[in-house]
């Protein structure tokens, strides 16, 4: 089993509609979570990161993690053609100069 | 400011070669870090360098290695391909370790 579990998708959504990515995780010392996102042919640019528990917001996206259930989420709010892409969840541990990343999820947004 | 270089951006090898990738990481960038993905395992980080030292590194075989030069650029080396090497081959720059990973466009590999 994988340090850190994503569906894979593809998730096919209409333009506007609000989007839901997770992540499932089974090591209790990563500390750090973050969000990128990878066009098609490109490398994963980074959308968003939280330290430990809680909720954080940044315009259409808000990143939630949930840590007693080892459980993360990214909210895509009003969502737009622009946003179709892999979305990656990575994590790491204090010690952190590696990150461990979810298998990603396929996004596609259809006008 | 320029971004995460690599080059080249494909490269086609057969079995049983050797390839050597280049990343220039961003400028002021100490950390570089290399990670292989593939649409079975994903992303699997393979080794990080900063300072011309390599401070981790991943589960790979020793038939994966990498080194780091004073100007902060660095190369990494897969000898006696193999198909399973097959991958995008991904760099990361980053001046605060992985909090602030700036990725490359990667090294698309083929081995035929």
């Known amino acids: 089993q994988k340090e850190v579990e994503q569906d894979p998708g593809p998730l096919s959504v209409p333009e506007g509609a609000i989007v839901s990515l997770n992540c499932t995780y089974s090591?209790?010392?990563?500390?750090?979570f973050m969000w990128y996102r990878q066009y098609s042919r490109k490398g994963p640019e980074l959308l968003m990161y939280t330290y430990s528990s809680g909720n954080k917001e940044d315009g259409r996206f808000t990143a939630q993690v949930d840590k007693s259930s080892k459980y993360i989420s990214l909210f895509i709010r009003d969502s737009q053609p622009s946003d179709s892409a892999t979305y990656l969840c990575a994590m790491f541990d204090n010690a952190g100069n590696m990150l461990t990343f979810g298998g990603g999820t396929r996004l596609m947004v259809k006008p | 400011k320029a971004g995460v270089t690599q080059t080249p951006r494909y490269l086609i090898k057969t079995r049983g070669q050797q390839v050597t990738l280049s990343c220039s990481p961003i400028?002021?960038?100490?950390?570089v870090s290399w990670y292989q993905q593939t649409p079975g395992q994903g992303l699997q980080f393979l080794f990080e360098?900063?300072?011309?030292?390599?401070?981790n590194k991943g589960n790979f075989p020793g038939r994966f290695s990498g080194r780091q030069f004073s100007n902060s650029r660095s190369e990494m080396n897969v000898s006696t391909l193999e198909l399973g090497d097959s991958a995008l081959y991904l760099c990361a720059s980053s001046s605060q370790g992985a909090m602030g990973y700036t990725f490359g466009s990667g090294t698309r590999l083929t081995v035929v």
């Open positions: 090591n209790s010392a990563f500390q750090y």
């Open positions: 360098y900063f300072s011309e030292t390599q401070r």
């Open positions: 400028s002021g960038h100490r950390s």
